[in-house]
DNA sequence: CTGAAAGCGCTAACAA
DNA sequence: TTGTTAGCGCTTTCAG
């Protein structure tokens, strides 16, 4: 038979109690801090293993008034990006004693300040969470937290202490210098209306802005609400050429919906890249066994997780501007023309 | 200006001093406990906003041994299928006082032993995590820990306290039953080679079994090593049916390498389902948009989420016997000959 | 309805 | 190298 489960969890006491020595070294072995003989130290361990001792990080927390956490905040985990800036994260983080904590925000601005609040509850050393837009009440609680915070993701804007990231709006003007080179001139755009979606609002911009002053306009656009997939790139694709079947080129806010419209037109036989280029947004690598590799720009989610977590983590100062400031890669992938 | 970023973190102390009132009082109003005047209440409410005072969870986890943090533990987030667990869990813990705190384990028993370690340490009310096999060590901790433990996904086995999910041994026999019936033989088999996806060979041994009671053994089977994609996909499908020209059906152990496959299949001409039938597992919504859909088995993930999130908080009561059985939903889509 | 005292389990700081 | 003492910031408990 198993031994039956624990009534009252184990404390450091009953360690020093069954290895025959103080808290305090027991507390010392635990946390590698300090000189302890091999001898007790051996005879603390074993003590601890056999009876199963987890060390209760809320007691040590508060006497030492340092807490291991690390708060990530993110919009969202359905999106595959946020998913692998998290495994940047962990993965820099997995050699130090940091641990991250997540939070989701689902884009909401009073679910950030919510999951904030949350999260600095917890008195963690450092919080990475993504973008530079934040409430007033957010930034107070930042503010008042007193630790380092990074902002990931985006670099247009004023970061508290560091932000991480790429600038959209540069993104978004690279994008229709490589549309515009490509000899492309009928510009549709495919994207979310998020209006808290902060990053795609300025790639747009930077895309417009960029078009301008090659005096191009977009010539549509069209906007869809809720999470991305094949089937709504599909479908907004076949309503926006329905609408002006002469565009030339198509410019989606992300990859997922780029993919289904890229599928769709490949079924209505269209001559990709010749008659219309399609270019989506983020290198999701998922997609790669597709019949044709959509153009795509790499955002460096993985560094910029990376960088940030190398900074709160202290291996890595913080630029005197506050800005680490990453470069998008475009890949030009199948579905626009070669120069 | 805006205002400084502060250099001591708030107490309860500051507040009470500066709504004068004792920290008792200030405490019962931040909690919503015991009996307070309106006048006070407002009073309190108002200079905790105004100085942006966060609660100490540390300090009150330690003073009321009671902490409001569910340790979830899953393999991998870079599946799609437990970031929906994770959806299902955080949707119904919203409305409690709890809070889901992540562990990724990347199908490492050690791994998961060390999360285990980690999250323990915080002393959370509550832990859900993915499967039912663990190590000694872990069983161990679990028991030590003397919290709810709810093992989800798989009910194939002996559960600690409760186990949600779905029987994949009985799943994979329900496959097996679905492409004897639609009439394929000569069935192929592709998914990793992974000896810690419990649940992956669990489907396939059903599989199998039933096929073998029906005296019809799988034709070939393919393994693979890392992460799923379609490029994978695709590359074992090819490689599957070089081996064995004469295979009429493909099992693949998700769907997306199934997508992959299908492409691959597709453009090769392939009379799908005739000359051959094509399925996989999980149902990822994500493939909708594809030019076909897969057949697939929907694991009931998020419901899975769900239940056992309900049964943590309390809003549930864990059955007798500690199993709480979800069924399956076969869902044929296009790739499988319609009986 | 409000306050005072004690202590949660651990670690910083100091003493031996 | 080991032990002792005094809190960390809050909540429990009890008194008013």
Known sequence: MSPKRAHRPLTLRDV???AGV????????????????????EKVLTAARTLGYVPNQIAGGLASQRVNLVAVIIPSLSNMVFPEVLGGISAELDDTSLQP???????????EDQVLYDMLSWRPSGVILAGLEHSKAGRAMLDAAAIP??????????????????????AGADIADEILAAGYRRIGFIGTHMPEDHRARKRLAGLEERLAEQGVQLAAREYYQ????????????????????????LYYSNDMIGAGGLLWCMEQGMDIPNQIGLAGFNAVELLDGLP????????????????????????????????????PTFIPGDTIRRR
Do not use: C, W
Not at 231 to 249: H, M, N, S, V, Y
């Open 292 to 327: 044709m590799r959509l153009a795509t720009t790499d955002a460096r989610r993985i560094d910029i997780g990376r960088r940030a977590a190398r900074i709160v983590a202290g291996k890595e100062e913080a630029p005197e501007d506050g800005i680490v400031a990453l470069t």
């Open 226 to 249: 809720g999470g991305s997939s094949l089937a709504k790139g599909r479908e907004l694709t076949q309503r926006i050429l329905a609408r002006q079947p002469d565009l030339d080129f």
């Open 16 to 18: 020093s109690e069954a």
């Open 149 to 170: 915070v990074i902002e990931i993701m985006d670099i247009d804007g004023e970061p508290i202490d560091t932000a991480v990231g790429i600038s959209h709006r540069r």
């Open 101 to 111: 904590v997540v939070g989701v925000t689902n884009y909401s601005p009073s679910r």
């Open 22 to 41: 103080s808290e305090m070294t027991v507390s010392r072995v635990l946390r590698n801090r300090g000189d302890v003989s091999a001898a007790t130290r």
